[in-house]
């Protein structure tokens, strides 16, 4: 149910018994799996070939043939490793962070607003608002604020936490900022599925055993939105970790903040695709082996 | 809440090229929304490539959809994992996958490209959402239907698919949102065809045009009052059931 519990997974699906016409089955999944093998799996494989090529005979910049070049990923490695953990932790802090964030907030409105629907709508499109206007937008309003002219860092010199020469684009801060604002509804709406659903005559039950508040928390309320948390977590980490806009130099980031996604697009875009896609491939692994992980612990049994 | 404030604001700020600093009120951008053309280019593709997009991918997501609850058949595991990696990939390397793809095959860049690659990141969230409306259906109705010797089309088309219909419609605007704010894929697979938030990225080095606030705080304006009317007619209903059940 990972990614199930943010569209709102409804009931158990064994409601209709799956009936056993295979061909019919084939008629409808064909079209769209032969689509996904086509735009997904074949360029994924590509990837790996790309990875693998080096320069031409006669080397012009995009001229590539395919020499099981190992190399490739070395130069990933070596160059962009500490990019790598950067990335890795920008990802891991803008992650809890959101989840600092969101897990009062939907506990707010799935259980506390319960009693008013009208509030609970009003506040549920408060959350997905920001979805509404152009993310890169957003991001170049964040600019604007934390800007040297702006309001944040004028309060921060009256103060005197700030000097004259000391600023706030370009920082750690602002990336990790930036991936947390535009993640924070990816991490609410989840947590506010399973919460909305939770039967509260549990949390009196367990009030009626005498267990205090926090073990309430702990013990009956946390567990039973945790479906929503592991999708939460992964609909955040995932994206912030491939995100190269609020890194890159002209919105929240600088040269100090370069996350994996920029090194993909510079290399992409200055047409060395075979390192861009051995970081491409590196990305990928990196960000499986951990997911695969969270979600086998958290005891996911359905993905979808 | 700021940034949508500021976005808003700044629409109607008085300035050229760029659009940054505070220059007094106006309406000119509001009323000039096409005074910057490409502006306007670049949100007309936005809409060419959401509608296509968002069409093809619930078509082929609500296929999948009703075969996944419906039958058994063999590669079940396999198909279910096929369907959640493109969730699980960040969107660099889909963007990065397919971009390359496309290098190497020698396939020229543009709009129907860009439309290619969000049907397919398109299609396993259209999948997502379908089939929890297809596993809440009530297999009895589609039963009385054959009851009333109604052929298996009739039933899927005047029964099963009318029942589906919520599901679909918000899997259709998932998919229309997705590919409308879609930056990272759209950039690797995009050419010189420009979208809306492709524009914005360019721009965003020299300098954004006013007007691109405006056509932003207009999509704004016109999801909050559809989603507050979706939100109004489904708490109607939900009153109308409560006194009639």
């Known amino acids: 149910m990972a990614f199930g519990a943010f569209a709102n997974t409804g009931p158990d699906l064994s409601a209709s018994a799956p009936r056993r016409r295979s061909y019919v089955a084939l008629i409808l999944l064909a079209p769209g799996i032969l689509y996904l093998v086509a735009t997904f799996v074949a360029p994924l494989g590509s990837l790996v070939l790309t990875s693998f090529k080096e320069p031409g005979g006669d080397f012009e910049v ?11 990923y070395a130069e990933a490695l070596g160059r962009f490793g500490e990019i790598f953990l950067r990335t890795f932790g920008y990802s891991l802090l803008a992650t809890i962070f959101a989840l600092i964030i969101s897990y009062p907030l939907a506990y707010f409105i799935g259980v506390t607003l319960r009693r008013f629907p009208l509030w609970q709508s009003l506040v549920l499109i408060l959350v997905i608002a920001p979805f509404f206007i152009s993310f890169l937008l957003r991001t170049l ?8 002219e702006g309001p944040v860092v004028g309060f921060l010199q009256a103060i005197g936490v700030f000097g004259p020469e000391q600023y706030l684009n370009g920082t750690a801060f602002t990336v990790v900022f930036g991936l947390t604002y535009n993640y924070i509804p990816f991490m609410t709406l989840p947590i506010y599925a399973s919460l909305e659903r939770l039967d509260l005559r549990y949390v009196e039950a367990g009030g009626d055993l005498y267990a205090g508040p926090v073990q309430r928390f702990w013990r009956i309320i946390l567990p039973l939105s945790l479906p929503g948390v592991v999708s939460g977590t992964l609909l955040t980490f995932i994206p912030a970790s491939g995100d190269y806009v609020n890194a890159s130099k002209d919105f929240l980031g600088s040269t100090n903040t370069v996350m994996a996604g920029n090194v993909i697009n510079d290399l992409f875009f200055q047409s060395f695709y075979p390192v861009s896609a051995a970081v491409s491939i590196l990305l990928m692994v990196a960000i499986l082996i951990p997911v695969i992980a969270y979600v086998a612990k958290s005891g996911s049994e359905d993905l979808l | 809440m700021i940034p949508i404030v500021y976005t808003i604001v700044f629409s109607f700020n008085d300035a050229r090229r760029t659009n940054i600093v505070w220059r007094g009120f106006t309406l000119d951008n509001w009323l000039g929304i096409c005074d910057d053309d490409r502006v306007c280019e670049a949100f007309g593709n936005s ?27 063999r590669m079940r595991t ?11 990939t960040p969107e660099v390397v889909l963007g990065s996958g397919l971009g390359s793809q496309f290098v190497n095959m020698g396939v020229e860049r ?4 860009i439309i290619v690659a969000h049907i397919m990141f398109c299609i396993s969230f259209v999948v997502v959402t379908v089939r929890a409306r297809v596993a809440s259906l009530d297999p009895s109705l589609e039963e009385a239907g054959r009851d009333l010797y109604a052929s298996p089309g009739q039933v899927f088309w005047r029964v099963t698919l009318p029942l589906l219909m919520p599901g679909i419609l918000a899997a259709a605007l998932l998919c229309f949102a997705l590919s409308f704010d879609d930056f990272i894929i759209t950039n690797f697979v995009s050419g010189n065809a420009e979208t809306f938030p492709k524009f914005v990225y360019v721009a965003a080095s020299r300098g954004i045009p006013p007007q691109s606030n405006v056509i932003a705080s207009a999509v704004f304006f016109l999801a909050i009052i559809l989603v507050v009317i979706a939100q109004l007619s489904a ?11």
Do not use: C
């Open chain 2, 78 to 88: 396999l198909i279910t994992v096929l369907l959640f990696l493109p969730m699980a």
């Open chain 1, 62 to 72: 995009g001229e590539y043939v395919y020499a099981f070049r190992w190399e490739n």
């Open chain 2, 235 to 245: 708490g109607a209903r939900r009153r109308k059931l409560a006194k009639t059940g």
């Open chain 2, 47 to 73: 809409i060419v490539v959401g509608v296509t997009a968002t069409i093809a991918a619930t078509v082929l997501g609500t296929m999948i959809a009703i075969a996944i609850v419906r039958y058994t058949f």
């Open chain 2, 110 to 113: 543009g709009l129907w490209t």
């Open chain 1, 141 to 148: 309003a964040w600019k604007a604020v934390f800007s040297d």
